[in-house]
Nanobody, 122 residues
Framework: VQLQASGGGLVRTGGSRRLSCAAS????????MGWFRQAPGKEREFVAA????????SYADSVKGRFTMSRDDAKNTVYLQMNSLNPDDTAVYYC????????????????WGKGTLVTVSS
């Protein structure tokens, strides 16, 4: 599975951004999909995940209520809508696929996409 994330860029505090992750090589409907992020000097951390069955979602406490993850299986794409952004959200965001788990822990991820940088200015 190849994952291509896009949509990063510079945004002001309080603004919004939507990230996309297009998959190829396999249908994502078979997998749990997740978004992770890594800020400079910090470890990669879980942001959001969406399950393969029913599309239920889970979020890190730091983004709950501000970020929304969704999937479009027909387009083989997942999205991360980010609202009310603040400088603490500045990071490289990675799309991920988990073939057996919930896509909510780094060590469980089977496929990673290249990241897309989101910079939130104060």
């Amino acid at each position: 599975v190849q994952l291509q994330a896009s949509g990063g860029g510079l945004v002001r505090t309080g603004g919004s951004r939507r990230l996309s992750c297009a998959a190829s090589g396999h249908t994502i409907s078979d997998y749990a999909m997740g978004w992770f992020r890594q800020a400079p000097g910090k470890e990669r951390e879980f942001v959001a995940a969406i399950r393969w069955s029913g599309g239920s979602t889970s979020y890190a406490d730091s983004v709950k209520g501000r970020f929304t993850m969704s999937r479009d299986d027909a387009k083989n794409t997942v999205y991360l809508q980010m609202n009310s952004l603040n400088p603490d959200d500045t990071a490289v965001y990675y799309c991920a696929a988990d073939t057996t788990g919930w896509a909510d822990v780094v060590y469980g991820i089977d496929y990673w996409g290249k990241g897309t940088l989101v910079t939130v200015s104060s």
